[in-house]
């Protein structure tokens, strides 16, 4: 039974045509994660929500926005995607920061 | 900044032929070490948590340990369905973030 699912699997949009990437969780944890990650690269922390409280990395570009309207669900917008946004953007949860973290299967984002 | 190394790059094994993956760290406070599993076109699968030097964790095949600035997923006798990347993340501080190592991608072959 899926934990984390993340919709849709692929997505492929136009240079500088907003997208909108959805993750949701039947786990009720308090932490949700968007990460990015590029072919043979670590996951890259792009920000968080502990409950409703956002939190950016430091190095997160403008372009990529976050909304977590309640528990199960949080969005992924990047507002003007650049041919450097292609990646697989993975979404996690954890019930407290500092323990495992569960992740979806990922939305690989194509740029056109 | 917290750093995490991961070696090799890509290991090849026949099946049966143990072997250790490693991930060395240099972090400021380890609140966690987490291994995970990841498959081609994937999200991370949750391994193992560590979080003190000498804690040692089994699952079938698989066994990690953790010394002050490394840790080690020993893989026992691996079987072709063992074929993945393997991912080693820290978590220090009180931030919610998790530090990743490239990883080591294994392939097992008959």
């Known amino acids: 039974d899926a934990m984390v699912i993340q919709n849709p699997r692929y997505q492929v949009t136009q240079f500088g045509k907003p997208v909108t990437l959805s993750c949701s969780q039947t786990?009720?944890?308090?932490?949700m994660y968007w990460y990015q990650q590029k072919s043979s690269q670590a996951p890259k922390l792009l920000f968080h929500?502990?409950?409703?409280?956002?939190?950016n990395e430091a190095d997160t570009p403008d372009n990529f926005q976050s909304r977590r309207p309640n528990t199960s669900f949080c969005f992924l917008d990047i507002r003007s995607p650049g041919l450097g946004d292609a990646a697989m953007y993975l979404c996690?949860?954890?019930?407290?920061?500092?323990?495992?973290?569960?992740f979806g299967d990922g939305t690989r984002l194509s740029i056109l | 900044e917290d750093q995490v190394t991961q070696s090799p790059e890509a290991l090849r094994l026949q099946e049966g032929e143990s072997s250790s993956l490693n991930c060395s760290y240099t972090v400021s406070g380890l609140r966690g070490l987490f291994w995970y599993r990841q498959d081609p076109g994937k999200g991370p699968e949750f391994l193992f948590t560590?979080?003190?030097a000498g804690e040692e964790k089994e699952k079938e095949r698989l066994k990690a340990t953790l010394t002050k600035k490394e840790s080690f997923l020993h893989i026992t006798a691996p079987k072709p369905e063992d074929s993945a990347t393997y991912l080693c993340a820290v978590n220090t501080g009180t931030a919610s973030k998790l530090t990743f190592g490239t990883g080591t991608r294994l392939q097992v072959t008959l």
């Open positions: 560590l979080y003190s």
């Open positions: 786990l009720n944890h308090n932490v």
């Open positions: 996690a949860t954890s019930r407290e920061p500092q323990q495992p973290q569960h």
């Open positions: 929500y502990y409950d409703k409280d956002f939190n």
